[in-house]
Structures are given as structure tokens and as C-alpha cells.
């Protein structure tokens, strides 16, 4: 890239600036989209407390409950939520470029894989909230 | 000889966590972090959990989660330092180190999802 010579100009470039991101609400969604991973992250961490708790025993669970509802931990997952949604719907955005399906010689429309990811999150929220709340006993 | 690049491998697992991650996530956290501790609706209780856990299916697909969306945030990070904050002098410490709390943290959610049947006491 530096390489000049009589011929060819050396190119001009401008380091970027840290703070790039804020220049324009389009980099600012990306950084919100990137960013997305830390919470995605947390929960991960927040389920891993859970099972352990589970592991502890009931004192040890219901431990847990109380602290999920405490201030702080019950804010950051709400904010947590904000972005967990945030990035399915911005992946699933993203989907249908990274997910060509084709059947025989032609290909799947791009609204379809996109629908069927919507169809797959919906059937899997049901399924996941009628076990935790509908009871399996 | 062409040399082998992890990327692609690292960038799958990346993908696999996104789709995994937002098809659980959402009605996970909503029912996990928001609804039960608001008190919306009542938490299952400890026989329930202990019985939802102690299936299979339920620590595999857990396992799964956790595993994946360790990678995701790994890769997603990694790469936000990068480019975002254009942290560009620190790239291999920074790609290991993130990989490396992925390997970590899965190692940790297989340890205790592997535990769970033998380990529930209290009932």
C-alpha cells in the first residue's frame, strides 16, 4: 500500500479517528450492533450462575431469584434485552446474504429465509416459555 | 502450499452463535431476567427447575448456547477492538485472549451442565 514509485502516487491516508463511530448514525448502529456481543455475553454468564445455583441446591436457588431482582442486576437485564433482540433482528437481517438455499436450480428468495428464521424464533419462544412457565410436572 | 486460515472456522462458529443466541436469547432473558424477578409471573420452583435441567435435551441445547454465543461474543469483540476502537497494535493479544475466555467459559458451562443430574441435592 506504501509502495511508491515514479510511476504511482503515494496514496493519502488519513488515520482513522478513534471516535470514527460517532460521525455518522450508520457507523453508530454498526458499533450498537457490534456491541451487541457484550450482553449476549453477560447472559451467558447470567445462565451459568443459574445452573450453579441449581447445582447449590434450593437455598442456593432461591438466592439467585433474590438477586435477579435486585436493582442493578435487574436493569442490566433489561437493557440486555434491549440488545439481545436488537441483534437477532439485525442478524436475521443479515441471514439471507450468508444463507443461499437452493432447491434444484433455483434459489430460495431472500424474504423467505428471512421469514423462516422469524417462523424458527417464534416456535422456539413458545416452546422455551411454555416449559419455563407452563410447568413440565 | 497454501497456508490455513483459522478465520473462516472462527467466522462459522461466530455465525452459529448470532443465529443461536438471537433465537434463544430474547424470550430467555425476558423470562429469566425481566418477568420472574419483576414477579410477572411465578418462578418455577426448585423441583420444577431442578426436573428442566436435569433433562438432556434441555443441557445440550444450553450447552450449545452457551458454547456458541461464548464465540460469538469472542469473535464480535475481538474484532470491534479492531476496528472500532482501532486498537490495531494489540491484534494477537487481543484475538487470543478473547478466544482463550471463550474456551475457558465453554469449559465451564460443560463442567457444570455435566454436573447437574448428580449434583441437584435439596430436594
Known sequence: ?137 | MIKRHPEPMLWMLFSAGGVVSGMLMPVLVLVLGIAIPLGWVDAPSYGEMAGLLAMRLTRLVLLALCVLSLFHWAHRFRHTLYDGLQIKHLNEVIAVTSYGVAVVGSAVAAYLLWQVPSGSGGM
Not at chain 1, 32 to 39: A, D, Y
Open chain 1, 1 to 137: 500500500m506504501s509502495v511508491h514509485t515514479e510511476y504511482h502516487h503515494r496514496w493519502l491516508r488519513q488515520p482513522a479517528s478513534t471516535y470514527w463511530w460517532l460521525k455518522k448514525p450508520v457507523y453508530f448502529a454498526f458499533i450498537l450492533r457490534e456491541g451487541s456481543c457484550m450482553f449476549v455475553g453477560w447472559f451467558v454468564v447470567y445462565l451459568l450462575l443459574l445452573v450453579r445455583a441449581v447445582l447449590e441446591g434450593e437455598g442456593a436457588y432461591r438466592q439467585f431469584l433474590l438477586w435477579s431482582a435486585t436493582p442493578g442486576v435487574l436493569v442490566v437485564n433489561v437493557v440486555t434485552f434491549g440488545f439481545v433482540v436488537y441483534h437477532a433482528v439485525t442478524f436475521f437481517q443479515a441471514a439471507p446474504q450468508a444463507l443461499v438455499v437452493h432447491v434444484g436450480r433455483r434459489r430460495v428468495p431472500a424474504r423467505l429465509v428471512l421469514a423462516g428464521h422469524y417462523v424458527a424464533w417464534l416456535a422456539t419462544s413458545i416452546v422455551i416459555g411454555w416449559l419455563l412457565l407452563g410447568g413440565t410436572a
